[in-house]
């Protein structure tokens, strides 16, 4: 009995040090060009995601104004398309088509997963093709332009709020041809 209660003793002092060790704050943590998780996934909940997403849209409303102030109109008619878009998806109208390509993708990825384990495709290839060939394009540009932003890079944001643009206008035609279905 005295056996089981130093081992839980001992492990309850060093859970937060093993914790501490793995998750502390890297040496360069100054030399970061952005505030970035570290690829470490945070779970949100819908408030403070609608939350951030609207931060972010208006970030890149005032970027757009300061870097390429010939596309403010296109843009915004972009975004508001979006935000529609959005919302009639997660509309009650749609929750059948939701869940329908909910299942669907459910049963690729486990079908991809299955290739996977037999080792009929590298962990790269089930991640490609479970994301759709999509590969977040447009996180990592706008992960870009902010760092293009805070390095004052005019040319460099220029170019990569179109490249923004064309991707926000290519997602907003995949959302229509889910909401055609």
Not at 77 to 94: A, I, Y
Request: aromatic share 6%.
């Amino acid at each position: 009995m005295k056996l089981k209660g130093f081992i839980l003793t001992l492990t309850l002092l060093l859970m937060p040090t093993a914790a501490f060790a793995n998750g502390g704050i890297p040496a360069n943590h100054e030399d970061k060009p952005c505030d970035c998780k570290g690829g470490k996934r945070q779970h949100m909940t819908h408030k403070d995601w609608q939350a951030m997403m609207a931060e972010r849209e208006q970030k890149l409303l005032v970027w757009v104004t300061q870097y390429t102030p010939d596309k403010k109109a296109e843009w915004t008619k972009v975004l508001e398309e979006k935000k529609k878009l959005r919302t009639q998806w997660l509309s009650p109208e749609n929750l059948a088509k939701r869940e329908q390509w909910k299942k669907e993708r459910m049963a690729k990825i486990e079908e991809l997963k299955k290739q996977f384990e037999s080792g009929k495709m590298t962990k790269e290839e089930f991640i490609k093709q479970a994301h759709g060939g999509k590969e977040m394009g447009h996180w990592k540009t706008f992960h870009e332009l902010r760092i293009a932003v805070d390095k004052k890079d005019n040319k460099q944001a220029a170019v990569l709020l179109n490249q923004l643009l064309e991707q926000t206008k290519q997602h907003n035609q995949l959302m229509k041809e889910k909401l055609a279905l």
